[in-house]
Protein backbone atom coordinates (compact mmCIF):
# COMPACT_ATOMS: atom_id res chain seq x y z
CA UNK A 1 0.00 0.00 0.00
CA UNK A 2 1.15 3.40 -1.08
CA UNK A 3 1.86 6.35 1.35
CA UNK A 4 -1.21 8.05 -0.09
CA UNK A 5 -3.37 5.27 0.53
CA UNK A 6 -2.20 4.64 3.68
CA UNK A 7 -2.97 8.54 4.43
CA UNK A 8 -6.81 8.46 2.78
CA UNK A 9 -7.18 4.87 5.03
CA UNK A 10 -6.41 6.91 8.06
CA UNK A 11 -8.27 9.86 7.64
CA UNK A 12 -11.43 7.46 6.49
CA UNK A 13 -11.19 6.25 10.32
CA UNK A 14 -9.98 8.71 12.37
CA UNK A 15 -12.82 10.14 14.92
CA UNK A 16 -11.41 14.09 13.93
CA UNK A 17 -11.95 13.76 10.14
CA UNK A 18 -14.77 12.90 7.97
CA UNK A 19 -16.46 9.59 7.40
CA UNK A 20 -17.47 8.11 3.93
CA UNK A 21 -20.42 6.10 5.25
CA UNK A 22 -22.99 5.56 2.69
CA UNK A 23 -24.66 2.11 2.52
CA UNK A 24 -23.14 0.13 -0.77
CA UNK A 25 -20.85 3.37 -1.70
CA UNK A 26 -17.79 2.98 0.70
CA UNK A 27 -15.96 1.56 -2.06
CA UNK A 28 -16.11 4.48 -4.05
CA UNK A 29 -13.06 5.39 -6.06
CA UNK A 30 -10.32 7.62 -4.44
CA UNK A 31 -10.47 9.69 -7.56
CA UNK A 32 -13.90 11.01 -6.83
CA UNK A 33 -14.10 15.28 -6.33
CA UNK A 34 -15.58 13.73 -2.70
CA UNK A 35 -12.85 11.70 -1.83
CA UNK A 36 -10.45 14.23 -2.49
CA UNK A 37 -12.68 16.97 -0.69
CA UNK A 38 -12.06 14.63 2.59
CA UNK A 39 -8.63 15.18 2.79
CA UNK A 40 -8.48 19.00 2.66
CA UNK A 41 -11.27 19.21 4.73
CA UNK A 42 -9.10 16.94 7.56
CA UNK A 43 -6.18 19.74 6.85
CA UNK A 44 -8.39 22.37 7.32
CA UNK A 45 -11.05 21.98 10.11
CA UNK A 46 -7.94 20.95 11.79
CA UNK A 47 -6.31 24.92 11.60
CA UNK A 48 -9.85 26.50 11.77
CA UNK A 49 -10.88 28.46 15.22
CA UNK A 50 -13.34 26.15 17.09
CA UNK A 51 -15.51 29.95 18.31
CA UNK A 52 -15.63 31.39 14.34
CA UNK A 53 -16.24 29.19 11.11
CA UNK A 54 -17.83 29.03 8.58
CA UNK A 55 -19.00 26.81 5.60
CA UNK A 56 -21.09 27.81 1.84
CA UNK A 57 -24.42 26.24 0.56
CA UNK A 58 -25.31 26.59 -2.41
CA UNK A 59 -27.44 24.35 -5.10
CA UNK A 60 -28.60 24.02 -9.26
CA UNK A 61 -25.86 25.17 -10.89
CA UNK A 62 -26.85 23.07 -14.00
CA UNK A 63 -26.55 24.62 -17.70
CA UNK A 64 -24.12 27.66 -16.40
CA UNK A 65 -20.72 27.32 -16.02
CA UNK A 66 -20.49 30.82 -15.82
CA UNK A 67 -22.71 31.31 -13.15
CA UNK A 68 -21.12 28.68 -11.15
CA UNK A 69 -17.85 29.72 -11.79
CA UNK A 70 -18.70 33.56 -10.54
CA UNK A 71 -20.68 31.25 -7.22
CA UNK A 72 -17.36 29.31 -6.41
CA UNK A 73 -15.29 31.94 -6.69
CA UNK A 74 -17.52 34.53 -4.80
CA UNK A 75 -17.62 31.61 -1.87
CA UNK A 76 -13.91 31.53 -1.50
CA UNK A 77 -13.72 34.98 -0.29
CA UNK A 78 -15.47 34.02 2.46
CA UNK A 79 -12.38 31.44 3.34
CA UNK A 80 -15.07 28.95 4.05
CA UNK A 81 -14.28 25.23 5.78
CA UNK A 82 -15.91 23.92 2.88
CA UNK A 83 -18.35 24.46 -0.22
CA UNK A 84 -21.37 22.35 -0.02
CA UNK A 85 -23.46 22.20 -3.27
CA UNK A 86 -27.14 20.88 -2.60
CA UNK A 87 -27.55 18.58 -6.29
CA UNK A 88 -28.37 19.51 -10.06
CA UNK A 89 -25.11 19.93 -10.88
CA UNK A 90 -25.66 18.35 -14.25
CA UNK A 91 -28.63 18.42 -16.77
CA UNK A 92 -28.72 14.71 -17.91
CA UNK A 93 -26.22 13.00 -15.85
CA UNK A 94 -23.66 11.27 -18.36
CA UNK A 95 -20.54 10.65 -17.66
CA UNK A 96 -19.46 12.69 -20.19
CA UNK A 97 -21.77 15.91 -17.98
CA UNK A 98 -20.01 14.55 -14.95
CA UNK A 99 -16.76 14.50 -15.71
CA UNK A 100 -17.21 18.12 -17.52
CA UNK A 101 -18.39 19.69 -13.79
CA UNK A 102 -15.60 17.78 -12.31
CA UNK A 103 -13.27 19.80 -14.24
CA UNK A 104 -14.63 22.78 -14.35
CA UNK A 105 -14.61 23.33 -10.60
CA UNK A 106 -10.60 21.81 -10.81
CA UNK A 107 -10.37 24.62 -13.00
CA UNK A 108 -10.51 27.00 -10.15
CA UNK A 109 -7.59 27.07 -8.35
CA UNK A 110 -7.26 27.51 -4.53
CA UNK A 111 -10.92 26.18 -4.08
CA UNK A 112 -11.99 24.47 -0.45
CA UNK A 113 -13.12 21.07 0.01
CA UNK A 114 -16.42 20.74 -2.59
CA UNK A 115 -19.12 18.71 -1.30
CA UNK A 116 -21.97 17.41 -3.54
CA UNK A 117 -25.70 16.18 -2.99
CA UNK A 118 -26.99 14.04 -5.28
CA UNK A 119 -29.96 15.85 -7.08
CA UNK A 120 -32.68 14.58 -9.84
CA UNK A 121 -30.75 15.28 -12.62
CA UNK A 122 -28.15 13.80 -12.00
CA UNK A 123 -30.49 10.45 -12.84
CA UNK A 124 -27.42 7.97 -13.17
CA UNK A 125 -26.84 7.08 -9.52
CA UNK A 126 -23.59 4.99 -10.17
CA UNK A 127 -22.14 7.14 -12.47
CA UNK A 128 -22.76 10.19 -9.86
CA UNK A 129 -21.03 7.65 -7.65
CA UNK A 130 -18.27 7.01 -9.56
CA UNK A 131 -17.31 10.34 -10.55
CA UNK A 132 -17.98 12.79 -8.27
CA UNK A 133 -18.96 10.75 -4.81
CA UNK A 134 -21.51 8.75 -2.08
CA UNK A 135 -25.06 9.52 -2.09
CA UNK A 136 -25.48 9.51 1.84
CA UNK A 137 -22.34 10.69 3.45
CA UNK A 138 -21.73 12.69 6.83
CA UNK A 139 -19.01 15.63 7.59
CA UNK A 140 -17.90 15.65 11.24
CA UNK A 141 -14.99 17.12 13.18
CA UNK A 142 -15.07 16.45 17.24
CA UNK A 143 -13.13 19.79 17.62
CA UNK A 144 -15.83 22.00 15.74
CA UNK A 145 -18.25 20.25 17.36
CA UNK A 146 -19.88 19.67 13.82
CA UNK A 147 -21.85 16.63 12.03
CA UNK A 148 -23.16 17.60 8.50
CA UNK A 149 -25.58 14.80 7.42
CA UNK A 150 -26.65 14.31 3.03
CA UNK A 151 -28.62 11.92 2.12
CA UNK A 152 -30.11 11.17 -1.69
CA UNK A 153 -33.78 12.03 -1.79
CA UNK A 154 -33.46 12.75 -5.76
CA UNK A 155 -36.41 10.61 -6.68
CA UNK A 156 -38.84 12.82 -4.37
CA UNK A 157 -38.77 10.03 -1.35
CA UNK A 158 -36.83 9.83 1.80
CA UNK A 159 -36.60 5.90 1.43
CA UNK A 160 -35.98 3.60 4.75
CA UNK A 161 -32.33 3.41 3.97
CA UNK A 162 -32.13 7.50 4.23
CA UNK A 163 -33.81 7.43 6.68
CA UNK A 164 -31.97 4.85 8.95
CA UNK A 165 -28.86 6.76 7.93
CA UNK A 166 -30.42 9.90 9.19
CA UNK A 167 -31.56 7.96 12.67
CA UNK A 168 -28.16 6.56 13.18
CA UNK A 169 -25.87 9.47 12.49
CA UNK A 170 -27.72 12.53 14.32
CA UNK A 171 -27.09 11.14 17.36
CA UNK A 172 -26.53 14.44 18.86
CA UNK A 173 -23.02 13.67 19.79
CA UNK A 174 -22.20 17.03 18.08
CA UNK A 175 -23.88 20.31 19.18
CA UNK A 176 -23.89 21.76 15.52
CA UNK A 177 -26.00 19.39 13.26
CA UNK A 178 -27.05 19.53 9.64
CA UNK A 179 -29.23 17.74 7.58
CA UNK A 180 -29.11 18.46 3.53
CA UNK A 181 -31.56 16.97 0.40
CA UNK A 182 -31.93 18.09 -2.43
CA UNK A 183 -35.48 18.24 -2.67
CA UNK A 184 -37.39 20.24 0.60
CA UNK A 185 -40.29 18.90 2.39
CA UNK A 186 -43.64 19.84 1.45
CA UNK A 187 -45.32 22.73 3.95
CA UNK A 188 -48.45 24.73 3.34
CA UNK A 189 -45.57 27.64 2.02
CA UNK A 190 -43.31 24.78 0.07
CA UNK A 191 -46.34 23.20 -1.66
CA UNK A 192 -45.05 22.52 -4.78
CA UNK A 193 -42.24 20.73 -6.71
CA UNK A 194 -41.32 18.92 -3.00
CA UNK A 195 -42.02 15.59 -1.55
CA UNK A 196 -44.23 13.80 0.85
CA UNK A 197 -42.76 10.12 1.16
CA UNK A 198 -41.21 9.90 4.18
CA UNK A 199 -41.59 14.13 4.75
CA UNK A 200 -43.27 13.23 8.63
CA UNK A 201 -40.17 11.27 9.50
CA UNK A 202 -37.82 14.03 8.42
CA UNK A 203 -39.52 16.77 10.22
CA UNK A 204 -39.33 14.90 13.48
CA UNK A 205 -35.96 14.05 12.80
CA UNK A 206 -34.97 17.56 13.11
CA UNK A 207 -36.92 18.58 15.70
CA UNK A 208 -36.38 15.73 17.99
CA UNK A 209 -31.86 15.52 17.49
CA UNK A 210 -32.02 19.02 17.44
CA UNK A 211 -30.47 20.25 14.09
CA UNK A 212 -29.53 23.78 13.54
CA UNK A 213 -30.45 24.31 9.75
CA UNK A 214 -32.15 22.73 6.83
CA UNK A 215 -30.53 22.76 3.72
CA UNK A 216 -32.03 22.01 0.57
CA UNK A 217 -32.15 23.15 -3.37
CA UNK A 218 -34.34 22.01 -6.35
CA UNK A 219 -36.30 24.95 -6.40
CA UNK A 220 -34.34 27.85 -8.39
CA UNK A 221 -35.16 30.77 -5.69
CA UNK A 222 -33.86 31.33 -2.22
CA UNK A 223 -36.28 30.65 0.64
CA UNK A 224 -36.47 30.04 4.53
CA UNK A 225 -39.04 28.51 6.34
CA UNK A 226 -39.31 27.28 9.90
CA UNK A 227 -40.22 23.48 9.68
CA UNK A 228 -41.25 21.95 13.47
CA UNK A 229 -39.08 24.71 15.04
CA UNK A 230 -36.23 24.08 13.30
CA UNK A 231 -35.08 26.51 10.53
CA UNK A 232 -34.77 25.53 6.85
CA UNK A 233 -33.53 27.29 3.69
CA UNK A 234 -33.72 26.30 -0.35
CA UNK A 235 -30.98 27.66 -1.62
CA UNK A 236 -31.38 26.90 -5.94
CA UNK A 237 -29.35 29.55 -7.53
CA UNK A 238 -25.69 28.80 -8.06
CA UNK A 239 -26.48 29.20 -11.88
CA UNK A 240 -29.53 26.97 -13.09
CA UNK A 241 -32.26 29.33 -15.02
CA UNK A 242 -34.14 30.95 -11.81
CA UNK A 243 -37.92 30.63 -11.13
CA UNK A 244 -39.81 33.76 -11.15
CA UNK A 245 -43.11 32.90 -10.90
CA UNK A 246 -45.20 30.58 -8.56
CA UNK A 247 -43.48 29.66 -5.97
CA UNK A 248 -42.99 31.99 -2.61
CA UNK A 249 -39.07 32.47 -2.12
CA UNK A 250 -36.39 35.29 -4.44
CA UNK A 251 -35.64 34.90 -7.29
CA UNK A 252 -32.01 35.64 -7.25
CA UNK A 253 -28.85 34.37 -8.39
CA UNK A 254 -26.90 33.43 -4.74
CA UNK A 255 -25.05 31.50 -2.23
CA UNK A 256 -25.81 31.56 1.40
CA UNK A 257 -22.75 31.83 3.92
CA UNK A 258 -23.50 29.64 6.98
CA UNK A 259 -21.80 31.03 10.04
CA UNK A 260 -21.02 29.14 13.07
CA UNK A 261 -19.86 31.59 16.24
CA UNK A 262 -19.46 30.54 19.76
CA UNK A 263 -21.78 27.56 18.91
CA UNK A 264 -24.95 29.86 17.38
CA UNK A 265 -25.60 29.08 13.44
CA UNK A 266 -26.47 31.78 11.62
CA UNK A 267 -26.63 32.76 7.59
CA UNK A 268 -26.77 35.47 5.03
CA UNK A 269 -27.69 35.54 0.99
CA UNK A 270 -24.94 36.74 -0.99
CA UNK A 271 -25.59 37.97 -4.13
CA UNK A 272 -23.77 37.09 -7.92
Known sequence: MTG?????????????????CSPGSATAATATLHAESLYSFAKRAAAANPDDWRFVFMGDSRGNDKKFKEALQLAARFDPLFILNGGDIVERGTADELAHFVKT?????????????RGNHERNAAKF???????????????LDFR??????????????ELAFLGKMLD???LN?????????????????TFDNGKDELIKLLADRKVKLGLF???????????????CIISGGAGARLTYFGYPGVAEYHIVVVEIKKGKVSYRVEGL
Open 4 to 20: LKIVKLLLCISAVTLLL
Open 105 to 117: VRSLPGLPPLFVV
Open 129 to 143: EAVVGPRNFILDNQR
Open 148 to 161: LVAVDNADYTLHER
Open 172 to 174: QSR
Open 177 to 193: QFVTMHIPPRTERWSKH
Open 217 to 231: SHIHQFDKEVINGVP
